[in-house]
């Protein structure tokens, strides 16, 4: 059996959930959240918690297993708690800012880079070189994260770019300049 996927979901107060056919929606204090499951896979709400289970021991189920009842945890964490990601922006004369729902990079092109808000998604800028992603779905919130961060990402030699807080850039040494 799977490690993560015979382990039950905590059902918290003030979450409400509905299991249809072949879906699944979770309400809480911070908003809805809807996701299809797939259909072999059995899903049951016992008191307050939830309880994914498979047919077989074939791999995919047991890879659908484990994945639907991530995918549950995550829903109910989302309308619970939320997740965010935080950027930094890295390099002389690079700065973000926030106009409206309009992320505005400035990171060494010839014009700002603007990017819109998308729907569910808050991006806040504390300081100029700080981005914060928050979102009740965390696959969203780490695509818009990832495309931030695409925008310019961290380049190895002075570490100039767009880099998430937590990750670590590999310096290169540059040439020496030595002739032989």
């Known amino acids: 059996m799977s490690r993560i996927g015979k382990m039950p979901v905590v059902i918290p107060a003030g979450v409400d959930i509905k299991i249809n056919d072949k879906e699944i929606t979770v309400k809480g204090p911070k908003g809805t959240l809807t996701q299809a499951f797939h259909p072999d896979i059995a899903v049951e709400k ?7 289970k498979r047919p077989t021991d074939q791999k995919k189920h047991k890879a659908l ?19 965010s990601k935080t950027l930094e922006v890295n390099g002389v004369g690079y700065r973000a800012q926030k106009q409206g729902k309009k992320l505005i990079l400035t990171v060494g092109y010839s014009h700002p880079v603007e990017m819109e808000e998308p729907a569910g998604i808050t991006i ?6 700080q981005i914060i992603v928050r979102g009740i779905d965390k696959q969203a919130v780490g695509e818009v994260a990832a495309k931030i ?29 030595v002739k032989k």
């Open 46 to 52: 016992e008191g307050n918690e939830i309880l994914v």
């Open 65 to 83: 297993h484990g994945l639907t009842r991530s995918i549950i945890s995550n829903m109910v964490t989302g309308v619970t708690e939320g997740f």
């Open 124 to 129: 806040d800028v504390p300081a100029p070189n």
């Open 149 to 177: 961060r695409r925008t310019r990402p961290p380049e190895p030699y002075k570490g100039k770019g767009i880099k998430y807080a937590d990750e670590v850039i590999l310096r290169k040494e540059g040439k020496t300049g």
